[in-house]
């Protein structure tokens, strides 16, 4: 098949675009599967039709820049009348680069997974990379295997609080680059906020508000991040004076919240710092469902922030992580790593801050004994003078 000068192509997309120069031949199977919006086309079909050679098409396409402003427009528009799309991988089999990086999370439907996800898509996007998925499910068996299927065909790797060992992450990072987000790991690397900022307000309100005696609802055992939260936790209740302790939940969910509701009441406490914000949703509703009312009873506060949270009835107050932030930069950092730009002191900082709804409030006139009312008053005039 011919084109002439006015020969119009139509391309994938339903757009009309001009044959680029005249008389120069096109495969006609090339030519019918543009039309169909399909791509049988190879770079050398594209070279054929801009009159250049192989070679100098891979380098057009590959990056701009390195072939003249005439031929790259020749090029590009010899590709799109054949739509045609670059394979990563046959490009990678030269460059040894896909141009793809991946990113684990422990849960994909999680909503505390979506801002990082948004984050790191919209930095791959405006790289020129392409991101791919994958959830663990909260599985350290799990997220190795899927950890090393991908470092198989990605160029790096971010891991958001992964529970493999510390061993196990540095091992893929002596084989292409890795980023941890939400974990400290020596050698690696990380972008953790600084949750303690946040906790620290949300146990100052607490304190202000007449409480003496908080629980944590931890995460998973295995997992740093809830580590953490617990430790800031009793950090900030030591320094405000008041009593805290650790309960365990069953999973991460609104479900494991729902479970641990009953622990919850048997302590005795009058609030209760989750370490995410579906652990706090599932308690709220398995304590109201038996007659508590939140917050007159007893404070809730959640962690993360997550779309969802004002929606509640009260609204929940929550320590906001910042994750589309921590999912950019990583992303950043990831790609910087690749291109050889990262600095030193390129880590970004990021904090955390305290979400002020309604499912916290002053402990009620009735859950407090004379003492204790009087022990408050102290404990809040020592805290004015200090």
């Known amino acids: 098949m011919v084109l002439g000068q006015d020969t119009i192509v ?7 675009q001009n044959a680029v120069t ?4 096109v495969p006609a ?8 919006g399909k791509s049988n086309a190879t770079i050398y079909d594209v070279a054929m039709v801009a009159g250049v050679n192989p070679s100098t098409v891979s380098r057009a396409l590959s990056k701009s820049g390195r ?5 790259q427009k020749l090029i590009e528009a ?5 739509n045609f799309h670059a394979n990563p991988f046959a490009r990678a089999l030269h460059t040894g680069r896909t141009n793809t990086f991946g990113l684990i999370v422990a849960d994909l439907t999680s909503p505390a997974s979506f801002d990082i996800i948004r984050g790191a898509g919209i930095t791959a996007t405006v790289r020129n990379y392409t991101l791919a998925l994958a959830g663990s499910a909260d599985s350290t068996v799990t997220e190795l295997i899927a950890a090393r299927r991908m470092m198989a065909t990605v160029d790096g790797l971010i891991l958001a609080s992964p529970c493999m060992d510390d061993d196990d992450i540095r091992t893929l990072a002596r084989d292409k680059p890795v980023v941890v987000i939400n974990r400290e790991v020596d050698g690696v690397p990380c972008v953790v906020p600084d949750e303690s900022k946040g906790i620290r307000e949300a146990v100052r309100s607490l304190a202000a ?5 908080v629980a944590f609802v931890a995460g998973p055992p295995q997992s740093p991040m809830s580590i953490r939260r617990w430790e800031a936790v009793q950090a900030s209740c030591e320094f405000s004076r008041l009593d805290a302790v650790r309960l365990d939940s069953s999973r991460p969910t609104v479900d494991g919240g729902r479970q641990v509701a009953q622990d919850v009441r048997a302590s005795g406490v009058t609030a209760v710092l989750t370490s995410n914000d579906l652990l706090a949703f599932g308690l709220m509703q398995e304590l109201q469902a038996a007659g508590m009312v939140v917050p007159d009873e007893i404070s809730i506060v959640g962690f993360d922030d997550i779309f969802g949270a004002g929606f509640t009835t009260p609204p929940l107050t929550t320590v906001r992580s ?6 950019s930069g990583a992303a950043t950092l990831l790609l910087d790593l690749l291109h050889g730009t990262a600095l030193s002191s390129g880590v970004p900082t990021i904090v955390t801050e305290l979400v002020q709804r309604g499912s916290s409030g002053r402990v009620s006139a009735r859950k407090m004994s004379p ?3 009087r022990r408050h008053e102290i404990e809040a005039e020592l805290r004015r003078r200090a």
């Open 10 to 16: 139509v391309n994938g997309a339903g757009q009309r």
């Open 22 to 25: 005249a008389g120069q031949s």
């Open 29 to 36: 199977a090339s030519m019918n599967s543009a039309r169909n």
């Open 67 to 71: 072939v003249s402003a005439r031929t």
């Open 78 to 82: 010899a590709a799109t009348g054949l």
């Open 209 to 213: 508000n007449g409480h003496t005696k």
């Open 322 to 327: 910042p994750r589309e932030e921590c999912g």
């Open 371 to 373: 003492a204790r009312c």
